[in-house]
């Protein structure tokens, strides 16, 4: 059974466009939430951790939600540089492995 | 400030073959992971170290084996490459086990014919 589940796998939007990235979870007693950004031959980037259901995290164009079921990545008035593959995992309470989805693979076109 | 170092970078082996991924951080973290990802199945852990001396199976361990050489080094071996261990293998460090900060290496891309 998936843990995390991310969608959809791949985003095109025109520069300017705001759009929002869908991060679902099925573990039970969240410790944490966190988002990545994963450029073609790199490894991921830490962006946000989020903890607790209506905690928010912003950073530039993007901005992190949690609810008590899933997590969004909101982009506002995306540039070409935000294209790359976003990844979420979570943690589960009293665990010591990170989940990941498999990614959102974004790209804005100028 | 390098962050996390993996070596080598490209690798090809034959069925068979032996090898060792190496991953060193100057980040002074206590916590070290191999992770392997492959598409459309997300990063999977394949070994842990929460703190020098210690190394503890991940999600995929089988044809596996780590050693944590000191703070600063974590390797990855394969003794007997089979193809479904073609991958692209992540180290990944952070200051305390379970916080989820993690610092990624740059990946190697191994290819097992």
């Known amino acids: 059974e998936d843990q995390v589940t991310q969608s959809p796998e791949a985003l095109r939007l025109q520069e300017g466009e705001s759009s929002s990235l869908n991060c679902s979870y099925t573990?039970?007693?969240?410790?944490?939430l966190f988002w990545y950004r994963q450029d073609p031959g790199k490894g991921p980037e830490f962006l946000f951790t989020l903890y607790s259901a209506g905690e928010e995290k912003e950073k530039e164009r993007l901005k992190a939600t949690l609810t008590k079921k899933e997590s969004f990545l909101h982009i506002t008035a995306p540039k070409p540089e935000d294209s790359a593959t976003y990844l979420c995992?979570?943690?589960?309470?009293?665990?010591?492995?990170?989940?990941f989805g498999t990614g959102t693979s974004l790209t804005v076109i100028p | 400030n390098a962050g996390v170092t993996q070596t080598p970078k490209f690798q090809v082996l034959k069925t068979g073959q032996s090898m060792t991924l190496q991953c060193a951080q100057d980040?002074?973290?206590?916590?070290m992971y191999w992770y392997r990802q492959d598409p459309g199945m997300g990063l999977r852990l394949i070994y842990y170290?929460?703190?020098?001396?210690?190394?503890d199976k991940g999600e995929v361990p089988n044809g596996y084996n780590v050693s944590r050489l000191n703070k600063r080094e974590f390797s990855l071996r394969l003794e007997s490459a089979a193809p479904s261990q073609t991958s692209v293998y992540f180290c990944?460090?952070?200051?305390?086990?379970?916080?989820?900060?993690?610092?990624f290496g740059s990946g190697t891309q191994l290819s097992v014919l």
């Open positions: 990944a460090s952070s200051e305390t086990r379970g916080t989820g900060n993690l610092f």
């Open positions: 170290s929460a703190s020098e001396g210690t190394t």
């Open positions: 995992a979570v943690q589960q309470s009293g665990g010591n492995q990170f989940y």
């Open positions: 573990v039970s007693g969240l410790r944490g």
């Open positions: 980040m002074n973290h206590n916590s």
